[in-house]
Nanobody, 125 residues
C-alpha cells in the first residue's frame, strides 16, 4: 500500500499561485492513478485533476488552463500547481491514489484506494 502526505496549502490573494505537494511512501506513485480532489465548506468533495502517467492527465473544467498536475519519480511526489487562483478555489485539497483497473471511473472518489489527510488552500478576494 501507499501512504500519502499533502503539504503546500496556505492563504493567497486572488490571482496568486500555490503549489501543493503529495509525498508518497511505501510504493511508487507511478504504480497508481494519482488525483487531486477538493472539498469546500458545505459542499461535496469534487474531482480536480488526474495523472495516469506523465503523458496522460486531465482536469475539471473549472480548473483547466490554470492548474497543472505533475510528478517527480525521484522524489516520489505528485504536485498540483495552481495559478490564477480565485476565491472559489478555496477548499481542502486531497491527494488520492487508485489502483489501475480497467473499468474504474477515475473521476469519482470511489475509484481511489488511498487518501492523504488534506491541505487547506484559502484564496482571498
Amino acid at each position: 500500500q501507499v501512504h500519502l502526505v499533502e503539504s503546500g496549502g496556505g492563504l493567497v490573494q486572488a490571482g496568486g499561485s500555490l503549489r501543493l505537494s503529495c509525498a508518497a511512501s511505501g510504493r511508487a506513485f507511478s504504480d497508481y492513478a494519482m488525483a487531486w480532489f477538493r472539498q469546500a465548506p458545505g459542499k461535496d468533495r469534487e474531482f480536480v485533476a488526474i495523472m495516469w502517467n506523465a503523458n496522460s492527465t486531465n482536469y475539471a473544467a473549472s480548473v483547466k488552463g490554470r492548474f497543472t498536475i505533475s510528478g517527480d519519480n525521484a522524489k516520489n511526489t505528485v504536485y498540483l500547481q495552481m495559478n490564477s487562483l480565485k476565491p472559489d478555489d478555496t477548499a481542502v485539497y486531497y491527494c488520492a491514489a487508485g489502483e489501475k483497473y480497467a473499468g474504474r471511473n477515475y473521476y469519482s472518489q470511489s475509484a481511489y484506494d488511498y487518501w492523504g489527510q488534506g491541505t487547506q488552500a484559502t484564496v482571498s478576494s
